[in-house]
């Protein structure tokens, strides 16, 4: 395969990959489903659902590490979906595995 083509063929992938982010969304629950957050592959929140059950004035730290808790698991699953789309875009190019 020439340099042209291997460079044509990695530029249609990374427009692939970009697409493939916009459309990419996540969600994470902990807490029993008490805290359920989405996120963008792009890393970005898209949604906060907050069971009102929990909302406690006297205990605010406990939904704050609700929160952060599973923020942090939708962002773990986006870079864990991001690793299997890079190494399946990888292998799709000769010489690069």
């Known amino acids: 395969m020439n340099m042209r ?3 044509k063929q ?3 992938m990374q ?3 970009q697409r493939e982010l916009t459309e990419l ?3 994470a629950s902990v807490g029993g489903g008490m805290v359920t957050v989405k996120m963008s592959g792009k890393k970005q929140l898209v949604s906060v659902k907050i069971d ?3 909302v406690d ?3 605010v730290s406990m939904l704050e590490d609700l929160v952060l808790a599973a923020v942090n698991e ?3 699953q986006v870079d864990e979906a991001l690793q299997g789309k890079v190494g399946s875009m990888a292998s799709g190019i000769p010489g690069l595995t």
Do not use: S
């Open 74 to 76: 939708a962002n773990r």
């Open 52 to 54: 009102p059950e929990i």
């Open 57 to 59: 004035p006297e205990d």
């Open 25 to 27: 969304v996540k969600e």
């Open 15 to 17: 427009e692939k990959m």
């Open 5 to 7: 083509q291997l460079m």
């Open 10 to 12: 990695a530029q249609e």
